[in-house]
Structure formats: structure tokens, C-alpha cells
């Protein structure tokens, strides 16, 4: 009798020590892009506050010679996610592969016309390079101080990014 009530214990101590990792890991529909950042990891927290929200290293493909803006990934590697840095604060978070998606759902192969669908008032502006190809569609915050941004061509989107103004309105990278 003693051992069953041994194992019981153990058993309940177990289970209270998973729900209670549970309750502070997100749920996968919280690991969306939104005008905040994506899932856990929000525009404006440091690298190591990032690293930490997101329990993985963040890593650069090479050497950082602009601590004023770089890219870091995760490692390991999530295919087409990158965080732009800018004096160790993640202030953008960009997607150029398929599998991420906005909270909406939208995403890398989504097409110009389910954008403008799902959000009616998303503003539509000529890409710099390759319109009248290709146009940037925005969603903007209420505060306009944040915005998600897709880049399409030919109809589709390529990539799309979540930051911060002034960067979230960058065209090539960290300019």
C-alpha cells in the first residue's frame, strides 16, 4: 500500500510540474507575426530577452560590423526567419520562406487579392524596384507606430516583415 501511495504522489508532483511549464510556454497560434513581433518575442526587447522568449541562441551568418543594424536567426535555424537588431533590440521581424504566417494566417504564397480580402484597409503601395510588378501591402497599428508589411511580385507575396517605424518602411534591409 505504501508504494502505491509512493507512485500516486509522484505522479501528482509530476503533473503539477508539467501544467505549470505549460502555462508559460505560448500556444502555437500565439507564434504568428503580428505588428507586436512573433510569439513571444516583441519589438523592442533585447537580444538576450528575445534568446530567452524564445529559449533558442540567436545567431548571426557571420561577422556583426553595424552593431547599429544586423540580422540574427535562431539556432537553430527556423528557414526564413529573421530578427533585425538595431543596438541589441529587435526592432523587425521578416519571413521570406512559406510556413509562417500573420495571426490572420496570411503569409509567403499568398496572393495580392486574399490580402486585400482579408483586410479591406490594407494600403497598397508601388514596390521601389520591381513595380508595377510588385507593390508593398501594409497593416498598419492603430497608433501607426508599427506595421506589418508584405512585398509581393507578380501578384504573390515574397516576403513580409513586422517592426517598428522607421524600419518596417526599410527597402533594402538595414536601409
Not at 533558442?56 to 537588431?85: A, Q, T
Not at 501594409?138 to 524600419?167: H, M, N
Request: charged share 25%; aromatic share 8%.
Amino acid at each position: 500500500m505504501t508504494l502505491l501511495v509512493s507512485r500516486a504522489i509522484l505522479i501528482a508532483a509530476a503533473l503539477s510540474f508539467v501544467n505549470a511549464i505549460g502555462a508559460n510556454v505560448a500556444s502555437a497560434d500565439d507564434w504568428r507575426i503580428t505588428t507586436a513581433g512573433y510569439g513571444p518575442v516583441k519589438i523592442g526587447m533585447s537580444v538576450d530577452e528575445a534568446a530567452q522568449a524564445l529559449g533558442v541562441k540567436l545567431v548571426s551568418d557571420g561577422p556583426i560590423d553595424e552593431p547599429e543594424c544586423h540580422y540574427l536567426r535562431p539556432e537553430p535555424e527556423v528557414e526564413g526567419l529573421w530578427f533585425m537588431i538595431s543596438n541589441d533590440r529587435v526592432v523587425r521581424v521578416e519571413v521570406n520562406a512559406r510556413g509562417i504566417t500573420t495571426k490572420s494566417g496570411l503569409g509567403v504564397g499568398d496572393s495580392e487579392a486574399h490580402l486585400k480580402e482579408a483586410w479591406p484597409t490594407i494600403e497598397v503601395t508601388p514596390h521601389k524596384y520591381v513595380a508595377p510588378d510588385g507593390n508593398y501591402l501594409t497593416i498598419w497599428a492603430r497608433d501607426r507606430k508599427s506595421a506589418v508589411r508584405f512585398e509581393t511580385l507578380q501578384g504573390e507575396v515574397t516576403s513580409f516583415y513586422a517592426g517598428r517605424v522607421p524600419e518596417v518602411e526599410y527597402v533594402e534591409g538595414c536601409s
